[in-house]
């Protein structure tokens, strides 16, 4: 037996579905919850300790107690500045170790989750517990991407693999082979709500949001849920392009609903098919 | 004599710049001035027409029995959809053929360039005519970049060079080694204004502003004015890494100034010396 699963959650709504699975199947569950980007609902009625980022010790030590030897890592968490991060001993030394200022947020994951392992736990993957989260192949709703929509989808590739390149970003908004915005630091919630604006005439533009080549998959998935359609919708694209086996998307059916309800096509795109010309 | 210059003039202060200088050179000049970028002020006094993106015969017509023989592209344009752009049958034919949804940026830029050429002109760089606009190596005014801008500098130069491989953006903001903000089609304004709010605490970010390797140079190099400064401030920032002999500074000595009264430093990299590593 593996004891109850380690959730370090950040924020929305998937941190709290992976607590309830855990409550449902008897597994249980000890959650380290973050000041400042885990929900307060995600915590409700299981075991849970809440900490700041920076402040490593007090966390592990917690999961250990609580018998927890499997960890997910899951929900966005905004990167803070060294200064705000207010380090604790040992996070200090790993970051010292790790170089915090030249790695990029998935070299950033990817050394916590290798840390991680070194204190003997063992890492999976929220789409290894959740498993109908991962996209497939294929539209979602009724609506399908037309011709240069499907040009826009390409040049969003090549834009977020390029991004990829500088670990930066997972998303781009295109538009008539107009790249309108590339996401940083700010988010998918943001990009969207700025590329309205900036809209041109014409047919709407595309929402491209895939992972990153090597992205440390157990660490930091890109996802998508009803919220995003309705965003995408009001910044007035015409849908949206996923990555089949490579984004999560929270409540699949509510997501095909939205998207049918809005007009607007959501498609999972085999990147491996899809090879992407800069 | 190669008679007045052509201006094919974009926004911003730059293209009255070019044509005061043709003025009171004597040389004289023409300008095609594009309905919703040119500002007024740039055409008073000067020979010119009025005209909108997609309408070029009109436009090549004009340049041609003015009597000019060498043209200057100059300030930037906002590239239209193809709605937006309502191209003339020659507009069309050149963008049927360049295969306009499918280029980025700069080689949009490259093939009107050379499609300008294949109408007889030469096309010369604002810098070759304005000399002193170019930015030399080393800071602007008092204050110095330290490691930790370095450090964010470094970043930078590797993340606009990776967005450069996809024909975006040209600008980025780096804080303590987190990529704030990329810019795409918003520009360095827009950029500058929601790396406010994204600022973490600590040290500023840096604004890191490059040409694109493989950029047309003739068309389209990336600028930064007094107002760039004050924005930059305006954002928490700490200061503005430029590209030695490829970035544009109108009105130096202001923008120095600027920058000593804000505190902020401007300094002119060489980007061979600075070789950037993602």
Do not use: N, Y
């Amino acid at each position: 037996m593996t004891g109850p699963l380690g959730i370090v959650a950040g924020g929305g709504p998937l941190p709290r579905r992976l607590v309830e699975h855990c409550l449902s199947t008897g597994r249980g569950a000890f959650v380290v919850a973050i000041e400042g980007h885990t929900e307060a609902a995600t915590v409700e009625g299981v075991d849970h300790l809440w900490t700041r980022l920076g402040q490593t010790e007090a966390a592990i030590q917690a999961l250990k107690q609580a018998g927890a030897k499997e960890l997910v890592m899951v929900g966005p968490v905004k990167r803070p500045s060294m200064t705000e991060l207010r380090p604790d001993r040992s996070a200090f030394k790993f970051l010292a170790k790790v170089g915090f200022r030249s790695l990029g947020d998935d070299g950033l994951l990817g050394a916590v989750v290798k840390a991680l392992e070194e204190e003997g736990f063992t890492i999976r993957g929220v789409d290894e517990l959740l498993g109908d989260l991962l996209v497939g192949e294929g539209c979602f709703g009724v609506v399908e991407p037309d011709e240069l929509a499907q040009h826009d989808i390409q040049r969003g590739i090549a834009v977020v693999h390029a991004m990829g390149a500088a670990d930066v970003g997972q998303a781009t908004v295109v538009q008539d082979g107009i790249v309108l915005g590339v996401e940083a630091v700010e988010g998918t919630d943001a990009l969207l709500e700025r590329c309205g604006p900036l809209r041109r005439d014409g047919p709407g533009g595309v929402l491209v949001k895939l992972s990153k080549p090597g992205q440390e998959r157990r660490a930091d998935l890109p996802t998508i849920g009803v919220e995003t359609v309705e965003r995408a919708a009001a910044a007035g694209l015409r849908g949206i392009a996923i990555e089949a086996g490579g984004t999560l998307v929270v409540d699949a059916p509510a997501v095909s609903a939205a998207a049918d309800r809005a007009g607007l096509f959501i498609i999972g795109i085999s990147i491996g098919s899809h090879a992407a010309t800069p």
